[in-house]
């Protein structure tokens, strides 16, 4: 059985705008430009603070912004709603008996209570996997324990994200990467990664032979 490994910001939450927002918001306060989403999606990517660099940012002014950020998205989520075809896409691979698993870099408990949030993802996720505290493992070692720990083969496990970082965790788990358009990153972005671009979840969910 298929087990699809879902990062949940950008892929399943579309929260990009949002975080758009919020970056410009600290921006202002500390006297840098503003950015478009598109010139967001050509810079944004891990570990933050060098896309933050690439805006111009200072070290200085680094930590002040990104609590910034962090303490506005704790009020802001809420607003934000599933990505596009998200809820028919994990009902879909519910309906063909995939295993669903989200695996993200947010605090568990936070995580928890975002795919709580929406009611069209109740019961359609095997586990939920996320960092307990600040000093946690990263993704790939998410990833890494808990295929270990349930003894599926990653070769039959394909990860879904927006992002090159969700790429190089999927190589780094050693298994199929296939990345969603529309997320945090520009198309020309994701292509650099040298894996599989979905136009759409519906696109994916296709090239994984579900129609």
């Known amino acids: 059985m298929t087990t699809v490994l879902w990062d949940w910001n950008g892929t399943l939450l579309e929260d990009t705008e949002l975080s758009v927002s919020l970056l ?3 921006l202002v306060q500390y006297g840098y430009p503003t950015v478009t989403v598109e010139e ?8 933050i603070r060098k896309y933050y660099e ?4 200072t070290d200085e002014d ?3 912004m990104a609590v910034m950020w ?15 075809q998200a809820a ?11 295993k669903q698993v989200i695996i993200s870099a947010s605090k568990l408990e936070v995580l928890k209570a975002q795919v709580a949030a929406y009611p069209a993802l109740d019961g359609m996720f095997d586990d939920i996997l996320g960092l307990n505290d600040i ?9 890494l324990d808990y295929l270990h720990q349930s003894g599926i083969d990653p070769k039959d496990c394909v990860f879904l994200g ?6 190089e965790v999927a190589a780094a788990i050693g298994c199929r990467c296939i990345l969603v358009s529309g997320g945090h990153q520009a198309d020309e972005v994701l292509r650099s990664a040298g894996v599989e671009v979905a136009s759409s979840l519906r696109h994916a969910a296709e090239m994984m032979g579900i129609a």
């Open 162 to 167: 927006d992002t090159t970082h969700d790429a």
């Open 88 to 98: 028919e896409t994990v009902r879909r691979f519910r309906e063909a008996g995939l």
């Open 62 to 64: 680094f930590d002040p």
């Open 135 to 143: 000093y946690a493992h990263s993704k790939v070692q998410l990833g």
């Open 24 to 26: 410009n918001d600290s």
């Open 54 to 57: 690439a805006l111009g940012v």
């Open 70 to 84: 962090a303490d506005g998205y704790a009020e802001g989520w809420h607003d934000c709603e599933l990505q596009h």
């Open 40 to 47: 967001y999606r050509k810079v944004f990517g891990f570990p």
